[in-house]
Structure formats: structure tokens, C-alpha cells
């Protein structure tokens, strides 16, 4: 089975830019997976985990929505903010984790509720993401 193209790209770079055999997405309606030869369409996508399938190997990389295009010959994601596992400071997205639900539990004047929601949502998929891919490099016992 031949691949499709993957471009995953924020308004600072390009994150990920490679023929892959799967993507599998966090749609704001569910799960996403897209294969080489998938019906055209256009989306938006929330925070979550983004999951690209090449080979044997599989890249988790968070992203805080934004949206995706399934053209004929490739897939485009057009992020809000994306970054692979490597690339995220635990001890930062922990704190942001925190300060938001500190911000809806005590819901101080001045932050907006939408904001905050929309913080926590990023925070947690950029755990997530983290979590997983330590689960994947762990060894079998």
C-alpha cells in the first residue's frame, strides 16, 4: 500500500512533513483516521493527541486544535500549536494544567472561563501525548 503525505504546520513552522501509512486525529466530533486514498474533506480539530502511523513506528505529537484537510494526494493540518513528545517541558505543562483548573475552580474576575477550558484541554493533551509515548518506549517486562 503506498503512503499519503502528511504537513502538520503552525504559523511559526513546519512540525512534520513526511509520506506516513495513517493519521489518526482528535476531531471536535471524535476520532479521525485517515488512510492514503481517504474521501476528500475539511475539518476542525481539537486539542488532543495526533497520531501518525509510518512503518512500524508511531509519532504522537500534541496540537491544540485547528484544522485538517484530506486532499487526494495528501493530508494537511493547519495547527494552533503542535509539538512532538520531545519537544514539551513536563514541569511547564504541569503547571499550566494546574494554574487553569486553579482558574475554573476559584473562577477569579477577569479570566475568562473559554480561555481557561481551552488551557486545560491543551495542557492535558500535552501530557497525554507525553504519557503515551513513555508507555510505547518502556520494555516488556
Do not use: C, N
Request: glycine share 8%; charged share 30%; net charge positive.
Amino acid at each position: 500500500m503506498s503512503g499519503i503525505r502528511l504537513d502538520i504546520v503552525t504559523a511559526e513552522r513546519v512540525v512534520y512533513s513526511e509520506e506516513v501509512d495513517m493519521v489518526i486525529a482528535p476531531g471536535v466530533e471524535g476520532q479521525l483516521g485517515i488512510l492514503p486514498h481517504h474521501t476528500p474533506l475539511m475539518t476542525t480539530l481539537q486539542a488532543g493527541e495526533l497520531r501518525v502511523k509510518k512503518g512500524g513506528e508511531e509519532v504522537s505529537l500534541a496540537i491544540s486544535g485547528g484544522f485538517l484537510e484530506v486532499r487526494p494526494d495528501r493530508v494537511v493540518v493547519l495547527a494552533d500549536a503542535a509539538e512532538r513528545a520531545e519537544e514539551i517541558d513536563m514541569a511547564r505543562a504541569e503547571a499550566a494544567k494546574r494554574r487553569a483548573q486553579q482558574w475554573l475552580t476559584e473562577r477569579p474576575s477577569g479570566i475568562d472561563e473559554t480561555r481557561a477550558e481551552v488551557a486545560l484541554r491543551r495542557s492535558l493533551a500535552r501530557l497525554k501525548v507525553v504519557a503515551v509515548v513513555k508507555r510505547r518506549r518502556k520494555p516488556a517486562a
